[in-house]
């Protein structure tokens, strides 16, 4: 609801819990606002979470997005959780160059990274690039045809300048 009432169209979620009880709220509260865009963790417990659910991951909401990383050869990357039904997309999360909690230079890995990046590309696409895709992403109604809509607008993206003002035409 808050998010909401506040214009927040995309909500990343690098987080996740084995109990599927914990998550009923928030399925009801992501079905009650469908434009919301919900990108989640599929998590780092090494395993197949069709099998072995991992939720929210393993919700089934037309508005929720579940994202693993991938490793250099674009297969899971060691550690992160899979599965073929419940992880949407594999994304390149592994020894991102990062800043630690003082600000030091580092690296990390697993699926909340790349939660991170999709959330990121997502949003700059949003409000960077609105002539990349035919109409705005809250009008396209699935999500999953705006994730679509966001990879192919991606090379397009990928040349923007980095002010607020940038177009792709």
Known sequence: QHADQNGVSIVGMPLGSNRAEDWGSFARAARDHPRILFIASAGN????IDSQPVFPAALDLDNLLVVSS???FVRPAR???WGRQSVDYLVPAERRPA????????????????????AALAARIQADAWSCVARPMTALGN????IFAIIAASV???SLPMSPAASCS
């Not at 417990?45 to 197949?48: S, V």
């Not at 600000?103 to 999709?118: E, H, I, L, W």
């Open 99 to 118: 800043l630690d909690y003082s600000g030091q230079p580092t690296r990390v890995s697993g699926s909340s990274y790349a939660v991170a990046r999709v």
């Open 79 to 81: 550690g992160v959780n």
């Open 143 to 146: 999500f999953h045809s705006i």
């Open 156 to 158: 397009c993206a990928l």
């Open 45 to 48: 417990n090494g395993r197949d």
């Open 70 to 72: 991938a490793d250099d």
